[in-house]
């Protein structure tokens, strides 16, 4: 028996003011409680790059549901790997980059149970953002970030 679904395409200028746009679309269309957020992750990696509009696909297949954002310029290490896609790793089942490099995808799943992120993920992960948007010796030569990411991982 096939699986049904539905696919809807959007594209957002490139701006970080255009977040609150892309949570708020993809709360109304999709079910999923971590949606949005990933949403928002894959959506602030792209604009990252310089790119002008960023194009956001959402899918979904039975339980499955995959959180696309795509812009025109090839993403950096940082941008595609970076504190924001902790967070998508954390919540979606599989994530990675687009085979062009321009964007990035999540796959969710409504029947996984232990995607809940904690409070102390979320503190160490803040940590470590803000600190690697002031380092530029991140993530390579740096005891503070290295201190930070183990925070990370210790926390999950």
């Known amino acids: 028996m096939s699986e049904t679904g539905q ?15 892309v949570r708020e679309w993809v709360g109304i269309r999709l079910d999923h409680p971590d949606a949005a957020q990933v949403a ?3 959506f602030v990696s792209v604009i990252a790059t310089g790119t002008e509009t960023v194009e956001v696909t959402l899918s979904t297949s039975g339980s499955r549901t995959r959180v696309t954002a795509a812009g025109s310029v090839e993403l950096s290490l940082l941008q595609s790997h970076g504190p924001g896609f902790t967070i998508v790793s954390r919540l979606s089942v ?3 980059v ?16 232990d995607g809940a992120v904690t409070d102390e993920y979320l503190m ?7 600190h690697a948007l002031k380092c530029r010796a991140c993530p390579e030569n740096c005891a503070e970030g290295a201190a930070l990411r183990q925070a990370v991982r210790e926390a999950r």
């Open 98 to 113: 687009n085979t062009d490099g321009r964007g990035l995808w999540a796959h969710l799943d409504t029947d996984r149970e």
């Open 124 to 130: 160490a992960y803040k940590a470590l953002y803000d």
């Open 7 to 21: 696919t809807w395409r959007r594209e957002f200028k490139a701006h970080p003011a255009e977040a609150r746009r």
């Open 94 to 96: 599989t994530s990675g």
């Open 40 to 42: 928002n992750e894959l």
